[in-house]
């Protein structure tokens, strides 16, 4: 096709992946609301300020990831990269945060501009889930409890690991990160470069790099365990009790940091080896101190995000079946102009009597041949055939389309029009 194409890293999510994302998102909300989690909605566009105050000038979003542009009038604005900021946003301007606990979750597209690939796009969809008002850890364990029955749910715990730390508070990573630099600046050459360029802006992060070289050196650099506040740890103590008293496993990963400025306290991944280097698909932790930096009364919360193509992507190996949907049972055949007519009514009474059932018709006209050739392939159990003759005798005929219901009758039946939705209704209780 020479016509316009999608832009790069955006992507159609076709009939055939429709099933899958519907089964993931039904799953999910059934269980958020079974949790006492009600969902909020928000515009993709904001003020570009709003993430630039809450996620951090230093970080990888707000650094080079940003689809920030400015409106008509040169207001700056930008497709939201992520959820939280914007839900702290709303709730905030809303007054749902005053003296009072929220459980909120949302679903729906995030925008980065990153080099696409195998489980990275520059249009992603993520569900997100903000508890806020409680200090925790019970709601860090509550929350964490959620996913791992989601898991459960969806058929692939078996392929997801939970990895947990604490970052502690923001003054315990301040003396943290003033160690790590200490210990990093004399071997700045060894680094990566992307490690390098965070030594000045967001040291922290350098304990996220997949550079080998550089892993080999954090071998031996200083552990944020030791600069940890004794409330942080006490905290994360409590939420590894919760955890283990319903037995979800985690391992205890020192050097996992996230790569958003607000975090403090509780931070965990959800990981797979199941999809190559994009092996997170759910993370999250505590941000005690985003609201009030954002303008609001100090609230303690927390939540996650799952990426919801990774999920899928999960999904389709794990469990190909999960969420396909029946095509319509019936299929109605209909040539000739006075069967045409006689079919379209035809259907549409038996949609108002049988409403849980799924009716096609033909349109567009075509032979019988043609007709029963697309009865055949929409997956249909039953053609309904209506030809001039049929009409003027006032007759349906009925045949079976699959092997499977080859024992039900042999060849064709015939059945007066007026006894048709009796007959479905009896068919279709049995099979
Ligand atoms: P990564 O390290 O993979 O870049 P991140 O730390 O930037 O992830 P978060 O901001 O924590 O990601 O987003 C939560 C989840 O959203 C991720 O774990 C991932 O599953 C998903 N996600 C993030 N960015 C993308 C993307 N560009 N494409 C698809 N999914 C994404
Ligand atoms: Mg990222």
New binding site residues.
Partial sequence: MTGVRAIKGMHDILPDQTPTWRYLERTVADLLTAYGYREIRFPVLEFTELFKRSIGEVT??VEKEMYTFEDRHGVSVTLRP?GTACCVRAAEEHGLLFNQVQRLWYMGP?F?Y?NPQK????Q?H?IGVEAFGMEGPDVDAELIALTARLWQQLGIAGALRLELNTIGTPESRAAYRKALLAYLEPHKDKLDADSQRRLSTNPLRILDSKDAATQALLANAPSMRDYRDAESDAHFQGLCALLDSIGVAYVVNDKLV???DYYSRTVF?WVTDELGA?G?????GRYDGLVEQLGGRATPAVGF???M??LCLLLETRQPQAGSEPMPAIYCVAAGEAAQKAGFALVEQLRNLMPGVGVQLNCGGGSFKSQLKRADRSGARIALILGEDEVAQGVVNIKWLRDVDAGRQAGQQTLPMTDVQAWLSSQLADL
């Fill in positions: 990888d979003i992520e995030m980065r990153e489980g990275r796009q520059r992603f993520q996230r790569g958003l991944e994009q997170t698909v759910c993370a999250g995000a799952m990426g193509e990774r």
